[in-house]
């Protein structure tokens, strides 16, 4: 089982853009971290989960999860939001993590794209009013 982790994770590495570029020193882990959602835990646990996905369904199991070298990991991509961010704001809760696997499985071909789990506006309005009370 841990060879198997191991190999895993070293090709995932190599596929998903930031975590190579970080792995090369072309990147800093805070700038990654301030641009890319992959440097979030939230992603690692989506990455688990929707590998394990490939994994379990046998086969080439590479050769699902290295689509997700198009996945743009970009904060900005409004693919992420309703799903795992808000706004500039990345949510990590059961349900986006759950959503978060679905739309990396979907990456690999390996389900179907989720529907947003939350209404983006409405959070942020929420936020929005929240940071106006006086503490």
Do not use: H
């Not at 020193?25 to 394990?52: E, F, H, K, M």
């Not at 409004?78 to 961010?85: A, C, F, L, V």
């Not at 071909?109 to 929005?128: E, H, N, Q, Y």
């Amino acid at each position: 089982m841990t060879d198997k982790a191991a190999a895993f994770w070293d090709f995932v590495t190599d596929v998903i853009q930031p975590w190579r570029a970080i792995a090369d020193g072309t990147l800093d882990p805070a700038v990654a971290r301030q641009d890319y959602l992959s440097s979030y835990t939230i992603a690692l646990w989506a990455v688990a989960n929707a590998g394990r996905t490939a994994i379990d369904a046998g086969g080439n199991w590479r050769a699902s999860v290295g689509k997700l070298a198009t996945v743009d990991w970009l904060k900005s991509n409004p693919d992420w939001q309703g799903i795992t961010m808000a706004g500039s704001e990345v949510i990590t809760r059961q349900p986006t993590r759950r959503a978060t696997a679905e739309l990396l499985r979907s990456a690999m071909g390996m389900g179907v794209r989720p529907a947003p789990i939350f209404d983006v506006d409405l959070v942020t309005k929420k936020r929005s009013a929240l940071e106006e009370i006086p503490r």
